[in-house]
C-alpha cells in the first residue's frame, strides 16, 4: 500500500442531472459534474456561470447606506471638501485605495490617501492618524477594507467633527461603529443580493455608484483585490474577476504595465495565476516590510520611469520579504517541535521576539501547511509587551468565532473563519493558547487533521482528451469556491515512471488503462518512484491540462498525490549490497523479519537491531502482529509454514524481499532415491567403510559432491540404517524398513529446497502471487 498524503474527498454527483446538463448546455459529462459540484443545480444556474460575460452587476444602491454616502461624497466634491482615503496595506486595501482615488479623480476632487504603518500603528484606524489627518483639514474619511470593527475610533472621528464612511468587507462584530454612512455586504439586515465582495468590491460599488455607470476602466485594479483576497470567486467576484483579467491584458495604466515587467509575465499569458502568484505577493511585500505607500503610487502613476523605479523597488522588497519569511519559518518550526508539539497541541501559537509582524501571517500559512493545525504566529515587542500576530486555520474550526470568545485579552482582533490578525498583551499569550485549545478540543477530532483535498470527479483515462481539458477552460477564473478541477483516477497501471529534474525530486509517469496511455508529471514526488512496486496499480489524485511542445498538443496530469490500495511487494533478491538497502531503501517504518540467528550474526553491523524481529519457531510467527506493517524479510525459514504463520494476523502493505542464504540448496547435487539405493548396496558389500579417508574418492568416482556422501549418511543414520563412529559408517543388521521422508534432514532439505524454488529462483510476479496465495491460506 502507499498512504495518500491527505483525505480525498471526493465529490459525487446526480448522474440524472449530468444528463440533463449535457444535452441543454452541449457540454462533457465531465464538465456537467465539475459544474454541479460547484452547486450549479439547474441548466440557467449552469449556463450563467458559463456565460459569465452576458451577466450584469447588482445595482450598487441595494447596499445599505450607499445612497447617504454617495450624496455625502457628492456634497464634499461640490464644496471643494478634502477627502482622506483611508486604507489598508495589503493587495485588496492597495488597490481599494487606488479605486477610490481614480474615481474621485475623475471629479476633480480634492483627495489624498493614508494607509497606517503596519508597525508603529496596526491594522485599522487609529486616533493619532485621525488626529494628523484632521490637522491637514480634511473634512470626509472614506475607508476602505477596513473599519467595520473601529468603534472607538469611529467615536473619536465624531469629536474631531469629520465625517466618516466605512466601507469594509471583514466580519462585522456585535457592536458597529457609528459611522455617517457603512457600506458593507453582510451587514445586519442587509438586502444586498451578493455578500462575499472583497475589499476592493465594495469600494468598486461605491465608485459605481458615485459614477453613475459601470466603471469598467477599473476592473483591471479591482482584480487584484479580489483575486489576492481569496473571496470566493463566485456571483459579482467572478464577474469582476473575468471582466478584469481581460482589461489587465490590455492595461494602459503605465504601474501595471511596469509590475508585469518585473514578474516577468507577458500580456498575453495573464491568468488569476498572475496575481495570486506573482503580483499580489509584490504589492503585499511592500506593507509587509515598510509603509505600504509605494504600492498605491506605482498601481496611480502615469510617469513611465517612476513606475519602473517603483517597480524594481517592489521586486527587491519582495525577495527581501521572501528571506525573513524562510528565516522565521524555520525559527517557529523549531519552536513548535521543542516547545508545543502537534501530537499535544490542537491549536499551534507561536511567538517570537523581534519578528517581523508583516510576514507573520505567511508563516502561519506556512505551519498550517506543515503541521495542519490552527496556527497563531505573534510578533513580540517585550519592551512594550505587546504582541502583534495573523492566525491561519483548518476546515471545520472557525477562526473569528472561536477568538470572539476571547474578547476579554483581544482588544484588537478581526478577520474571517480562515483568517485573522491581531493584537494583545504578552502576558495573555498564554492564556489564549489555552483557551483555543480547551476550545478546539471540542470540536476537532483526530481526523480533523488530516489535511483534506477536495476531488471533483472520479475520472476515466478515456475522459482524458483535450476537448475535455478545454471545455473545462470555461470554468476560468479559478479561485475560492471555485478551485481548478481536481480528478481521481482510479486503479491504473503505470507502463513507465522515473524521476526528473536537476536534484531527481519530481516524478515522471505514463499510466494505462483500456488502451489509452496520459502522460503526469508529478512536481515534488520524486520519492514515490521508491514507494510503487512494478505492477501495482495506483489512483492519482491532480489537475488536467495541456502540454504544448514542439508544436504538439497532448493531454496531461498534473499530479498531486498518489495512493496504492493494494500490498506491495518490493523485490531485492539479487541486492547483494545489505548495507546499502538499509542505508537508503529502510525506514523507520519497517521491521526486519529474520528466521535465523546466524544470519543476523552475519549482518549484525548493517541491521537497525531494534527493529529486528528473530522467529524461531511457528508458534512465534503466529504471535506476529504485521497488519498493515511494512516489513523486510531478510531470509528464508525452514518451512513454507512458518510463512503461513506468519500472516495469520493479518497482511502486511509491504514486504520487501532480500532472502539472504547461507547456501544454495536448490542447485545442490540433490540425491535420488536410486542415489540412496546405490550407496546402502554399496555399503552393504564394503562393510563398514571410513568416511574421513575414502569420501573424497568414492564421490569422484561416482561424480557426487561430498556433500552429497555426508547428506546420506545423516539420512541413513536419522533413519537407524547406518552407525558413524569417528568418521567409520556401517550398516545395521536387520533394520526396520522405513520410508526417507521420516529423516528430518531430508525433510529439512526437501522443504529447502522447494522454498528456495517458490521463493528466490522465480520472477516478480511468481513471487507476489506466491505470498497472493499465502494471504488466502493464512486467512482460512
Same mark, same amino acid.
Given at each position: 500500500?502507499?498512504?495518500?498524503?491527505?483525505?480525498?474527498?471526493?465529490?459525487?454527483?446526480?448522474?440524472?442531472?449530468?444528463?440533463?446538463?449535457?444535452?441543454?448546455?452541449?457540454?462533457?459529462?465531465?464538465?456537467?459534474?465539475?459544474?454541479?459540484?460547484?452547486?450549479?443545480?439547474?441548466?440557467?444556474?449552469?449556463?450563467?456561470?458559463?456565460?459569465?460575460?452576458?451577466?450584469?452587476?447588482?445595482?450598487?444602491?441595494?447596499?445599505?447606506?450607499?445612497?447617504?454616502?454617495?450624496?455625502?461624497?457628492?456634497?464634499?466634491?461640490?464644496?471643494?471638501?478634502?477627502?482622506?482615503?483611508?486604507?489598508?496595506?495589503?493587495?485588496?486595501?492597495?488597490?481599494?485605495?487606488?479605486?477610490?482615488?481614480?474615481?474621485?479623480?475623475?471629479?476633480?476632487?480634492?483627495?489624498?490617501?493614508?494607509?497606517?504603518?503596519?508597525?508603529?500603528?496596526?491594522?485599522?484606524?487609529?486616533?493619532?492618524?485621525?488626529?494628523?489627518?484632521?490637522? =491637514?483639514?480634511?473634512?470626509?474619511? &472614506? %475607508?476602505? #477594507? $477596513?473599519?467595520?470593527? +473601529?468603534?472607538?475610533?469611529?467615536?473619536? !472621528?465624531?469629536?474631531?467633527?469629520?465625517?466618516?464612511?466605512?466601507?469594509?468587507?471583514?466580519?462585522?462584530?456585535?457592536?458597529?461603529?457609528?459611522?455617517?454612512?457603512?457600506?458593507?455586504?453582510?451587514?445586519?439586515?442587509?438586502?444586498?443580493?451578493?455578500?462575499?465582495?472583497?475589499?476592493?468590491?465594495?469600494?468598486?460599488?461605491?465608485?459605481?455608484?458615485?459614477?453613475?455607470?459601470?466603471?469598467?476602466?477599473?476592473?483591471?485594479?479591482?482584480?487584484?483585490?479580489?483575486?489576492?483576497?481569496?473571496?470566493?470567486?463566485?456571483?459579482?467576484?467572478?464577474?469582476?474577476?473575468?471582466?478584469?483579467?481581460?482589461?489587465?491584458?490590455?492595461?494602459?495604466?503605465?504601474?501595471?504595465?511596469?509590475?508585469?515587467?518585473?514578474? =516577468?509575465?507577458?500580456?498575453?499569458? &495573464? %491568468?488569476? #495565476? $498572475?496575481?495570486?502568484? +506573482?503580483?499580489?505577493?509584490?504589492?503585499? !511585500?511592500?506593507?509587509?516590510?515598510?509603509?505600504?505607500?509605494?504600492?498605491?503610487?506605482?498601481?496611480?502613476?502615469?510617469?513611465?520611469?517612476?513606475?519602473?523605479?517603483?517597480?524594481?523597488?517592489?521586486?527587491?522588497?519582495?525577495?527581501?520579504?521572501?528571506?525573513?519569511?524562510?528565516?522565521?519559518?524555520?525559527?517557529?518550526?523549531?519552536?513548535?517541535?521543542?516547545?508545543?508539539?502537534?501530537?499535544?497541541?490542537?491549536?499551534?501559537?507561536?511567538?517570537?521576539?523581534?519578528?517581523?509582524?508583516?510576514?507573520?501571517?505567511?508563516?502561519?500559512?506556512?505551519?498550517?501547511?506543515?503541521?495542519?493545525?490552527?496556527?497563531?504566529?505573534?510578533?513580540?515587542?517585550?519592551?512594550?509587551?505587546?504582541?502583534?500576530?495573523?492566525?491561519?486555520?483548518?476546515?471545520?474550526?472557525?477562526?473569528?468565532?472561536?477568538?470572539?470568545?476571547?474578547?476579554?485579552?483581544?482588544?484588537?482582533?478581526?478577520?474571517?473563519?480562515?483568517?485573522?490578525?491581531?493584537?494583545?498583551?504578552?502576558?495573555?499569550?498564554?492564556?489564549?493558547?489555552?483557551?483555543?485549545?480547551?476550545?478546539?478540543?471540542?470540536?476537532?477530532?483526530?481526523?480533523?487533521?488530516?489535511?483534506?483535498?477536495?476531488?471533483?470527479?472520479?475520472?476515466?483515462?478515456?475522459?482524458?482528451?483535450?476537448?475535455?481539458?478545454?471545455?473545462?477552460?470555461?470554468?476560468?477564473?479559478?479561485?475560492?469556491?471555485?478551485?481548478?478541477?481536481?480528478?481521481?483516477?482510479?486503479?491504473?497501471?503505470?507502463?513507465?515512471?522515473?524521476?526528473?529534474?536537476?536534484?531527481?525530486?519530481?516524478?515522471?509517469?505514463?499510466?494505462?488503462?483500456?488502451?489509452?496511455?496520459?502522460?503526469?508529471?508529478?512536481?515534488?514526488?520524486?520519492?514515490?518512484?521508491?514507494?510503487?512496486?512494478?505492477?501495482?496499480?495506483?489512483?492519482?489524485?491532480?489537475?488536467?491540462?495541456?502540454?504544448?511542445?514542439?508544436?504538439?498538443?497532448?493531454?496531461?496530469?498534473?499530479?498531486?498525490?498518489?495512493?496504492?490500495?493494494?500490498?506491495?511487494?518490493?523485490?531485492?533478491?539479487?541486492?547483494?549490497?545489505?548495507?546499502?538497502?538499509?542505508?537508503?531503501?529502510?525506514?523507520?517504518?519497517?521491521?526486519?523479519?529474520?528466521?535465523?540467528?546466524?544470519?543476523?550474526?552475519?549482518?549484525?553491523?548493517?541491521?537497525?537491531?531494534?527493529?529486528?524481529?528473530?522467529?524461531?519457531?511457528?508458534?512465534?510467527?503466529?504471535?506476529?502482529?504485521?497488519?498493515?506493517?511494512?516489513?523486510?524479510?531478510?531470509?528464508?525459514?525452514?518451512?513454507?509454514?512458518?510463512?503461513?504463520?506468519?500472516?495469520?494476523?493479518?497482511?502486511?502493505?509491504?514486504?520487501?524481499?532480500?532472502?539472504?542464504?547461507?547456501?544454495?540448496?536448490?542447485?545442490?547435487?540433490?540425491?535420488?532415491?536410486?542415489?540412496?539405493?546405490?550407496?546402502?548396496?554399496?555399503?552393504?558389500?564394503?562393510?563398514?567403510?571410513?568416511?574421513?579417508?575414502?569420501?573424497?574418492?568414492?564421490?569422484?568416482?561416482?561424480?557426487?559432491?561430498?556433500?552429497?556422501?555426508?547428506?546420506?549418511?545423516?539420512?541413513?543414520?536419522?533413519?537407524?540404517?547406518?552407525?558413524?563412529?569417528?568418521?567409520?559408517?556401517?550398516?545395521?543388521?536387520?533394520?526396520?524398513?522405513?520410508?526417507?521422508?521420516?529423516?528430518?534432514?531430508?525433510?529439512?532439505?526437501?522443504?529447502?529446497?522447494?522454498?528456495?524454488?517458490?521463493?528466490?529462483?522465480?520472477?516478480?510476479?511468481?513471487?507476489?502471487?506466491?505470498?497472493?496465495?499465502?494471504?488466502?491460506?493464512?486467512?482460512?
Amino acid at each position: 500500500m502507499l498512504q495518500s498524503k491527505k483525505r480525498w474527498n471526493v465529490q459525487e454527483c446526480d448522474e440524472q442531472l449530468v444528463n440533463e446538463f449535457v444535452e441543454n448546455l452541449n457540454i462533457t459529462p465531465l464538465v456537467a459534474s465539475l459544474l454541479l459540484n460547484r452547486g450549479m443545480t439547474t441548466v440557467e444556474a449552469a449556463r450563467e456561470f458559463l456565460h459569465v460575460d452576458a451577466q450584469t452587476f447588482h445595482d450598487p444602491f441595494l447596499l445599505h447606506d450607499m445612497d447617504k454616502a454617495v450624496a455625502r461624497i457628492q456634497q464634499a466634491i461640490d464644496h471643494n471638501e478634502k477627502i482622506m482615503i483611508y486604507g489598508d496595506y495589503d493587495a485588496d486595501g492597495v488597490s481599494s485605495t487606488s479605486v477610490m482615488l481614480s474615481a474621485l479623480q475623475q471629479f476633480g476632487a480634492d483627495t489624498d490617501f493614508y494607509i497606517p504603518n503596519r508597525f508603529t500603528e496596526g491594522y485599522g484606524p487609529n486616533k493619532a492618524a485621525f488626529d494628523k489627518i484632521n490637522a =491637514g483639514g480634511y473634512q470626509l474619511v &472614506i %475607508t476602505v #477594507d $477596513t473599519g467595520i470593527s +473601529a468603534v472607538e475610533e469611529t467615536a473619536y !472621528a465624531r469629536e474631531l467633527d469629520f465625517d466618516l464612511i466605512i466601507t469594509d468587507h471583514h466580519e462585522p462584530g456585535p457592536v458597529l461603529p457609528d459611522a455617517y454612512a457603512i457600506i458593507h455586504p453582510k451587514l445586519p439586515g442587509s438586502t444586498y443580493p451578493f455578500k462575499e465582495l472583497a475589499g476592493v468590491g465594495v469600494a468598486f460599488k461605491l465608485a459605481h455608484a458615485l459614477l453613475g455607470e459601470l466603471p469598467e476602466h477599473l476592473l483591471e485594479l479591482a482584480v487584484i483585490g479580489t483575486i489576492a483576497d481569496l473571496v470566493p470567486l463566485v456571483d459579482e467576484n467572478r464577474l469582476i474577476a473575468r471582466k478584469g483579467l481581460d482589461y489587465l491584458k490590455l492595461t494602459k495604466r503605465t504601474g501595471i504595465e511596469a509590475l508585469l515587467s518585473v514578474c =516577468g509575465v507577458k500580456r498575453e499569458e &495573464i %491568468t488569476e #495565476d $498572475t496575481i495570486g502568484f +506573482a503580483m499580489a505577493p509584490r504589492i503585499n !511585500a511592500v506593507g509587509r516590510l515598510q509603509d505600504a505607500d509605494p504600492a498605491v503610487h506605482l498601481l496611480m502613476t502615469t510617469n513611465a520611469e517612476e513606475a519602473k523605479g517603483l517597480a524594481k523597488e517592489i521586486d527587491a522588497l519582495n525577495k527581501e520579504r521572501q528571506q525573513i519569511v524562510n528565516d522565521i519559518t524555520e525559527e517557529a518550526v523549531e519552536f513548535v517541535e521543542s516547545m508545543y508539539p502537534p501530537d499535544e497541541n490542537s491549536v499551534l501559537i507561536v511567538e517570537g521576539e523581534g519578528w517581523n509582524a508583516g510576514v507573520v501571517g505567511i508563516v502561519a500559512s506556512r505551519l498550517v501547511e506543515k503541521f495542519y493545525r490552527p496556527t497563531i504566529v505573534l510578533s513580540v515587542d517585550s519592551e512594550n509587551h505587546i504582541a502583534k500576530g495573523s492566525a491561519r486555520s483548518i476546515q471545520g474550526f472557525d477562526l473569528f468565532a472561536n477568538l470572539s470568545k476571547c474578547r476579554d485579552i483581544l482588544p484588537h482582533f478581526g478577520g474571517h473563519p480562515m483568517a485573522a490578525g491581531m493584537t494583545l498583551n504578552s502576558e495573555d499569550v498564554e492564556e489564549l493558547r489555552r483557551r483555543l485549545n480547551e476550545q478546539a478540543s471540542n470540536v476537532l477530532t483526530q481526523q480533523d487533521f488530516i489535511p483534506i483535498t477536495s476531488v471533483d470527479t472520479v475520472c476515466k483515462t478515456e475522459e482524458i482528451t483535450l476537448e475535455n481539458i478545454e471545455q473545462m477552460s470555461a470554468l476560468a477564473p479559478f479561485g475560492m469556491h471555485n478551485p481548478k478541477p481536481k480528478v481521481l483516477i482510479k486503479d491504473v497501471h503505470t507502463t513507465s515512471m522515473r524521476k526528473i529534474g536537476a536534484n531527481k525530486n519530481h516524478l515522471k509517469l505514463v499510466f494505462e488503462d483500456s488502451g489509452v496511455s496520459v502522460d503526469a508529471v508529478g512536481f515534488g514526488l520524486g520519492y514515490i518512484l521508491d514507494e510503487v512496486s512494478p505492477i501495482a496499480k495506483v489512483s492519482l489524485v491532480g489537475e488536467l491540462s495541456i502540454n504544448e511542445w514542439n508544436n504538439m498538443r497532448k493531454p496531461q496530469l498534473m499530479v498531486e498525490d498518489i495512493s496504492v490500495d493494494e500490498w506491495q511487494m518490493f523485490d531485492y533478491r539479487s541486492a547483494v549490497d545489505v548495507k546499502r538497502f538499509f542505508e537508503q531503501v529502510f525506514t523507520d517504518q519497517m521491521k526486519v523479519v529474520a528466521f535465523h540467528d546466524s544470519t543476523i550474526d552475519k549482518y549484525k553491523s548493517m541491521l537497525p537491531m531494534e527493529h529486528v524481529v528473530l522467529i524461531q519457531n511457528e508458534e512465534q510467527a503466529k504471535a506476529c502482529m504485521f497488519a498493515g506493517e511494512q516489513i523486510v524479510l531478510l531470509d528464508l525459514p525452514p518451512s513454507q509454514k512458518w510463512l503461513e504463520a506468519l500472516f495469520v494476523q493479518g497482511i502486511p502493505s509491504r514486504i520487501y524481499a532480500i532472502f539472504l542464504t547461507e547456501e544454495d540448496h536448490y542447485f545442490d547435487t540433490i540425491p535420488t532415491r536410486d542415489h540412496f539405493k546405490w550407496f546402502y548396496g554399496f555399503l552393504a558389500k564394503k562393510g563398514p567403510f571410513d568416511l574421513k579417508r575414502y569420501k573424497e574418492d568414492l564421490a569422484i568416482h561416482k561424480g557426487w559432491s561430498k556433500e552429497t556422501i555426508d547428506f546420506m549418511a545423516k539420512v541413513f543414520f536419522e533413519l537407524e540404517f547406518v552407525t558413524i563412529n569417528n568418521g567409520l559408517i556401517s550398516l545395521v543388521k536387520n533394520s526396520t524398513k522405513r520410508d526417507l521422508i521420516e529423516s528430518a534432514t531430508y525433510r529439512q532439505k526437501q522443504q529447502q529446497i522447494e522454498i528456495e524454488k517458490n521463493f528466490i529462483y522465480t520472477s516478480y510476479v511468481q513471487l507476489k502471487n506466491q505470498f497472493q496465495d499465502i494471504f488466502k491460506r493464512s486467512i482460512e
